[in-house]
Protein backbone atom coordinates (compact mmCIF):
# COMPACT_ATOMS: atom_id res chain seq x y z
CA UNK A 1 0.00 0.00 0.00
CA UNK A 2 1.20 3.38 -0.79
CA UNK A 3 2.60 5.60 2.53
CA UNK A 4 2.26 9.32 3.00
CA UNK A 5 4.11 10.90 5.62
CA UNK A 6 3.19 13.94 7.57
CA UNK A 7 5.32 15.66 10.71
CA UNK A 8 2.63 15.47 13.40
CA UNK A 9 2.77 18.77 14.09
CA UNK A 10 4.33 22.33 12.87
CA UNK A 11 4.08 25.37 15.13
CA UNK A 12 3.58 28.93 13.68
CA UNK A 13 3.80 32.72 15.17
CA UNK A 14 0.40 34.39 13.84
CA UNK A 15 1.54 36.86 10.43
CA UNK A 16 4.09 33.96 9.49
CA UNK A 17 4.31 31.28 6.86
CA UNK A 18 3.67 27.27 8.01
CA UNK A 19 4.84 24.78 5.75
CA UNK A 20 3.12 21.20 6.09
CA UNK A 21 5.13 18.41 4.30
CA UNK A 22 3.86 14.82 2.70
CA UNK A 23 6.84 12.76 1.52
CA UNK A 24 5.87 9.53 -0.66
CA UNK A 25 7.68 7.41 -3.12
CA UNK A 26 7.69 9.48 -6.46
CA UNK A 27 4.35 11.52 -5.45
CA UNK A 28 5.23 14.43 -7.50
CA UNK A 29 4.04 12.07 -10.24
CA UNK A 30 0.76 12.42 -8.75
CA UNK A 31 -2.21 14.50 -7.86
CA UNK A 32 -2.22 15.52 -4.35
CA UNK A 33 -4.99 17.06 -2.46
CA UNK A 34 -4.76 18.61 0.89
CA UNK A 35 -7.93 19.11 3.83
CA UNK A 36 -8.46 20.47 6.91
CA UNK A 37 -10.18 19.54 9.70
CA UNK A 38 -11.07 21.40 13.20
CA UNK A 39 -12.39 19.41 16.49
CA UNK A 40 -15.87 18.29 15.88
CA UNK A 41 -16.30 19.03 11.96
CA UNK A 42 -15.91 17.32 8.83
CA UNK A 43 -12.69 17.79 6.41
CA UNK A 44 -12.47 20.30 4.33
CA UNK A 45 -10.64 20.21 0.95
CA UNK A 46 -8.09 23.40 0.71
CA UNK A 47 -5.93 22.36 -1.73
CA UNK A 48 -6.55 20.00 -5.12
CA UNK A 49 -4.58 18.85 -8.22
CA UNK A 50 -0.96 19.72 -6.35
CA UNK A 51 -1.92 24.12 -6.23
CA UNK A 52 -6.09 24.83 -6.89
CA UNK A 53 -7.69 26.38 -4.83
CA UNK A 54 -11.66 25.09 -4.52
CA UNK A 55 -13.85 28.56 -4.39
CA UNK A 56 -13.80 30.30 -1.06
CA UNK A 57 -10.96 29.10 0.06
CA UNK A 58 -8.33 32.26 0.69
CA UNK A 59 -5.32 32.29 -1.64
CA UNK A 60 -3.38 32.54 1.44
CA UNK A 61 -3.24 28.73 0.88
CA UNK A 62 -1.23 27.23 -1.63
CA UNK A 63 1.06 23.69 -2.65
CA UNK A 64 3.82 22.73 -4.60
CA UNK A 65 4.86 18.95 -5.59
CA UNK A 66 7.88 17.59 -6.92
CA UNK A 67 9.68 14.51 -6.63
CA UNK A 68 9.32 12.91 -3.19
CA UNK A 69 7.48 15.49 -1.28
CA UNK A 70 4.25 17.75 -1.35
CA UNK A 71 3.78 21.13 0.50
CA UNK A 72 0.69 22.89 1.70
CA UNK A 73 1.65 26.55 2.26
CA UNK A 74 -0.20 28.79 4.18
CA UNK A 75 0.70 32.41 4.15
CA UNK A 76 -0.26 34.92 7.06
CA UNK A 77 -1.07 32.55 9.31
CA UNK A 78 -4.40 33.51 11.39
CA UNK A 79 -5.94 32.09 14.91
CA UNK A 80 -8.70 30.03 12.70
CA UNK A 81 -5.96 28.24 10.64
CA UNK A 82 -5.55 26.44 14.19
CA UNK A 83 -6.50 22.56 13.10
CA UNK A 84 -5.69 18.95 11.52
CA UNK A 85 -4.76 19.18 7.91
CA UNK A 86 -4.22 16.11 5.45
CA UNK A 87 -2.34 15.15 2.58
CA UNK A 88 -4.50 12.58 0.15
CA UNK A 89 -3.72 10.84 -3.11
CA UNK A 90 -6.43 8.64 -5.11
CA UNK A 91 -4.69 7.86 -8.23
CA UNK A 92 -6.63 5.90 -10.71
CA UNK A 93 -3.90 4.56 -12.47
CA UNK A 94 -2.24 2.93 -10.02
CA UNK A 95 -2.84 1.68 -6.74
CA UNK A 96 -2.40 5.06 -4.54
CA UNK A 97 -5.09 5.48 -2.35
CA UNK A 98 -4.52 6.83 1.33
CA UNK A 99 -4.36 9.90 3.49
CA UNK A 100 -1.35 10.94 5.36
CA UNK A 101 -1.27 10.40 9.14
CA UNK A 102 -2.39 14.26 9.80
CA UNK A 103 -0.53 17.67 10.81
CA UNK A 104 -1.58 19.13 13.88
CA UNK A 105 -1.05 23.16 12.97
CA UNK A 106 -0.60 25.29 16.58
CA UNK A 107 -0.32 29.07 16.08
CA UNK A 108 1.45 30.04 19.06
CA UNK B 1 -26.22 23.62 -2.44
CA UNK B 2 -24.50 20.56 -2.36
CA UNK B 3 -25.42 17.99 0.68
CA UNK B 4 -24.23 15.03 2.05
CA UNK B 5 -26.01 13.60 5.36
CA UNK B 6 -24.93 10.07 6.74
CA UNK B 7 -26.97 7.95 9.34
CA UNK B 8 -27.35 4.73 10.81
CA UNK B 9 -24.53 4.73 13.10
CA UNK B 10 -24.79 2.98 16.26
CA UNK B 11 -23.32 0.71 18.67
CA UNK B 12 -23.15 -2.64 18.11
CA UNK B 13 -21.64 -5.60 18.89
CA UNK B 14 -18.81 -7.73 17.34
CA UNK B 15 -19.71 -9.57 14.57
CA UNK B 16 -22.58 -7.84 13.76
CA UNK B 17 -24.25 -5.62 10.98
CA UNK B 18 -24.85 -2.01 9.99
CA UNK B 19 -25.95 -0.11 7.20
CA UNK B 20 -24.72 3.47 6.65
CA UNK B 21 -26.90 6.16 4.69
CA UNK B 22 -25.47 8.51 2.92
CA UNK B 23 -28.15 10.76 1.43
CA UNK B 24 -27.28 13.19 -1.23
CA UNK B 25 -28.75 16.52 -2.38
CA UNK B 26 -28.01 19.87 -4.70
CA UNK B 27 -26.64 17.90 -7.85
CA UNK B 28 -26.91 15.29 -10.00
CA UNK B 29 -26.17 12.02 -8.07
CA UNK B 30 -25.81 10.07 -10.75
CA UNK B 31 -22.84 11.92 -12.34
CA UNK B 32 -20.48 11.24 -9.86
CA UNK B 33 -18.44 8.71 -8.12
CA UNK B 34 -18.15 8.19 -4.12
CA UNK B 35 -16.04 7.29 -1.30
CA UNK B 36 -16.02 6.51 2.47
CA UNK B 37 -13.41 7.50 4.92
CA UNK B 38 -13.41 6.80 8.19
CA UNK B 39 -11.53 8.42 11.39
CA UNK B 40 -11.06 5.98 14.45
CA UNK B 41 -11.56 8.39 18.08
CA UNK B 42 -8.58 10.41 18.12
CA UNK B 43 -7.29 9.63 14.74
CA UNK B 44 -6.33 10.19 11.50
CA UNK B 45 -8.40 9.95 8.41
CA UNK B 46 -8.55 6.36 6.62
CA UNK B 47 -10.03 5.50 2.94
CA UNK B 48 -12.20 2.85 3.09
CA UNK B 49 -13.84 2.39 -0.12
CA UNK B 50 -14.53 3.92 -3.29
CA UNK B 51 -18.21 3.64 -5.96
CA UNK B 52 -18.05 4.92 -9.58
CA UNK B 53 -20.82 6.88 -10.92
CA UNK B 54 -22.59 3.91 -12.52
CA UNK B 55 -22.15 1.45 -9.25
CA UNK B 56 -20.23 -1.17 -11.51
CA UNK B 57 -16.18 -0.12 -9.95
CA UNK B 58 -16.30 -0.22 -6.30
CA UNK B 59 -12.81 -0.65 -4.65
CA UNK B 60 -11.91 -1.22 -0.51
CA UNK B 61 -9.21 -1.07 1.70
CA UNK B 62 -7.87 -4.40 2.84
CA UNK B 63 -8.96 -4.57 6.27
CA UNK B 64 -12.56 -4.16 5.14
CA UNK B 65 -12.78 -6.55 1.85
CA UNK B 66 -15.19 -8.90 1.69
CA UNK B 67 -16.55 -7.49 4.71
CA UNK B 68 -18.30 -4.18 3.40
CA UNK B 69 -20.27 -3.56 0.86
CA UNK B 70 -21.22 -0.15 -1.11
CA UNK B 71 -24.40 0.18 -3.20
CA UNK B 72 -26.23 3.60 -4.43
CA UNK B 73 -30.08 3.78 -5.29
CA UNK B 74 -30.58 6.95 -8.00
CA UNK B 75 -34.12 6.91 -7.84
CA UNK B 76 -33.53 8.19 -3.69
CA UNK B 77 -30.11 9.49 -4.23
CA UNK B 78 -28.65 7.97 -1.96
CA UNK B 79 -25.52 5.77 -1.10
CA UNK B 80 -25.23 3.00 0.82
CA UNK B 81 -22.09 0.98 3.15
CA UNK B 82 -23.13 -2.28 4.45
CA UNK B 83 -21.39 -3.33 7.41
CA UNK B 84 -21.05 -6.83 7.79
CA UNK B 85 -18.88 -9.50 10.38
CA UNK B 86 -18.03 -5.57 12.58
CA UNK B 87 -14.47 -5.65 14.30
CA UNK B 88 -13.70 -3.46 17.70
CA UNK B 89 -11.01 -1.80 15.17
CA UNK B 90 -14.01 -1.09 13.00
CA UNK B 91 -14.73 2.10 15.65
CA UNK B 92 -14.97 5.27 14.03
CA UNK B 93 -16.60 8.12 12.83
CA UNK B 94 -17.72 7.23 9.05
CA UNK B 95 -17.94 9.73 6.10
CA UNK B 96 -19.07 9.70 2.96
CA UNK B 97 -17.89 12.08 0.45
CA UNK B 98 -17.94 13.05 -2.87
CA UNK B 99 -15.00 12.40 -5.86
CA UNK B 100 -13.76 15.36 -8.00
CA UNK B 101 -11.64 14.19 -11.36
CA UNK B 102 -8.21 14.42 -10.25
CA UNK B 103 -9.12 12.59 -6.87
CA UNK B 104 -10.17 14.96 -4.32
CA UNK B 105 -12.82 14.68 -2.46
CA UNK B 106 -14.43 17.91 -2.64
CA UNK B 107 -17.90 17.60 -0.13
CA UNK B 108 -18.30 15.67 2.71
CA UNK B 109 -21.06 14.90 5.18
CA UNK B 110 -21.20 15.29 9.08
CA UNK B 111 -20.57 11.61 9.62
CA UNK B 112 -21.82 8.94 11.36
CA UNK B 113 -20.13 7.56 14.83
CA UNK B 114 -20.28 3.23 14.43
CA UNK B 115 -19.21 1.96 17.61
CA UNK B 116 -18.11 -2.07 18.07
CA UNK B 117 -18.33 -3.41 21.21
CA UNK B 118 -19.56 -5.77 23.56
Known amino acids: SYVLTQPPSVSVAPGKTAGISCGGN??????VHWYQQKPGQAPLLVIY???DRPSGIPERFSGSNSANTATLTISRVEAGDEADYYC???????????FGGGTKLTVL | QVQLVESGGGVVQPGRSLRLSCAAS????????FHWVRQAPGKGLEWVAF????????EFRESVRGRFIVSRDTSRNTLYLQLNSLRPEDTAVYYC???????????WGRGTLVTVSS
Open chain 2, 51 to 58: TSDDGFYE
Open chain 2, 97 to 107: ARHRAGGSLDH
Open chain 2, 26 to 33: GFIFSNFD
Open chain 1, 88 to 98: QVFDTHTDHRA
Open chain 1, 26 to 31: SIGSLN
Open chain 1, 49 to 51: NDN
